[in-house]
């Protein structure tokens, strides 16, 4: 038996912010990031349209890229003490992975962080607030999604957590608010998001429900990619819409090992944080080749690139053509084509491989893969990404 779920309201297109003048509640508390969205004015837009709507409003700011566990406890403790009927989040992925991380305390105090990192495993939520999700990076598509990313930096670990009930009641996905994102950040989100959209498609756990949209957001972000990275605000929008559907897609179907690398390296080495859809990029053309060797994936990678208009005469070709296409993304948006060419040193590598290989392996992500890997496996495939050498096993 299968499950599809979604947002029970999601708002789009541009002005769609206005939507939370409906929400219908006496107190709501604000989670977002850094400063842009205090300096584009829509916290002060979001404040305004919660007035309107009677509620009383709280901001928790300052949420940090890839947010802390102890992030998350600080959050869950001012909810607890102001008790919204609405969480509000605002901002990149962090902000609002965070903030579904902090509704599960809010609501129940006693839990720990060890219990939820068991994907499916949340208690039921929604006993004391709703939660409504609003986007400024077209990528990790969590205002759609059943899925939280919060960082044990003790660890070095980042932990999916994955589970329906952290779904958002409402989504937001307005367009003005990915105007002014960082160049750096067009791409590294938009091939996060073409990332979800190819992963979703060849998951085990793909369905009728979720290919079309796969799919669509697949030719979206080929489309339009690389017009929103050169500027223009109309790509820009559609990029905001297709990294939404990417999100519907793989919310229901899930992921593969390319999200499960990704996680398990970001914050793992010294040199720096490799940004997630950094990070995805580098891995994904990686990743199809070792997948590929599946029959059942090389098919499904084959549909992907005739559906979306890429030469070949055979399935092989069609596989090729596709990482092929995304290579010349990559290229075209500065993105490193190795973790040694974005400044992972290899001494640090090496030491840490081993660790990182098996974390990878037991990730959440790694089950709906479509070719299964052992620890052995996903040390070679990591040597692969790091020194750009042939996936040939």
Not at 273 to 289: D, S
Not at 318 to 340: G, S, Y
Request: glycine residues 8%; proline residues 6%.
């Amino acid at each position: 038996m299968g499950r599809f779920t979604l947002p029970r309201d999601l708002f789009y297109g541009r002005d769609s912010l206005e939507n939370l003048k409906n929400l219908s509640g006496k107190k709501a508390i604000v989670v977002s990031g850094g400063s842009s969205m205090k300096k584009g004015g829509f916290l002060d837009k979001v404040e305004k349209y919660l007035q309107e709507a009677g509620m009383e409003v709280k901001f928790f700011e300052g949420v940090e890229p890839d947010p802390s566990v102890e992030t998350v406890m600080k959050g869950a403790a001012a909810m607890q003490e102001f008790q919204p009927d609405w969480i509000v989040s605002i901002g990149g992925g962090s902000p609002i992975d965070a903030a579904k991380a902090m509704w599960a305390f809010y609501e129940y105090p006693d839990t720990t962080f060890e219990d939820l990192i068991t994907p499916f495993n949340f208690p039921n939520l929604r006993t004391k607030a709703r939660f409504c999700a609003i986007p400024s990076t077209s990528g990790t598509a969590t205002e759609v999604t059943a899925f939280s990313v919060i960082t044990d930096y003790a660890k070095g670990i980042k932990y999916p957590l994955a589970d329906f009930e952290i779904t958002p009641d409402v989504a937001i996905v307005d367009p003005a608010l990915v105007e002014s994102l960082p160049i750096k950040q067009v791409a590294y989100t938009g091939m996060d998001a073409l990332t979800h959209s190819i992963e979703a498609y060849v998951s085990t756990l793909n369905s009728p429900f979720t290919d079309p949209l796969a799919i669509k957001a697949i030719e979206m972000t080929l489309d339009y990619l690389p017009q929103s990275y050169l500027g223009d605000m109309c790509a820009r929008e559609q990029m905001h819409y297709a990294q939404c559907l990417a999100g519907q897609a793989f919310s229901n179907a899930l992921l593969g090992i390319v999200h499960s690398m990704a996680h398990k390296t970001g914050a793992v080495f010294s040199t720096g944080h490799i940004p997630h859809g950094c990070a995805n990029a580098i891995y994904l053309p990686y990743v199809i080749k070792y997948n590929a060797h599946e029959p059942e994936a090389m098919r499904r990678y084959a549909d992907i690139a005739r559906r979306v208009g890429l030469g070949g005469t055979s399935e092989k070709a069609q596989v090729n053509a596709l990482i092929a296409k995304i290579e010349e993304f990559n290229r075209a948006m500065a993105i490193p084509k190795t973790i040694q060419e974005f400044g992972v040193k290899e001494d640090e590598f090496l030491e840490k491989l081993d660790t990182i290989a098996a974390n990878a392996v037991g990730d959440a992500c790694t089950g709906s893969n479509p070719r299964e890997i052992n620890p052995e496996q996903m040390a070679k495939l990591f040597k692969c990404t790091f020194y750009g050498t042939e996936v040939d096993f």
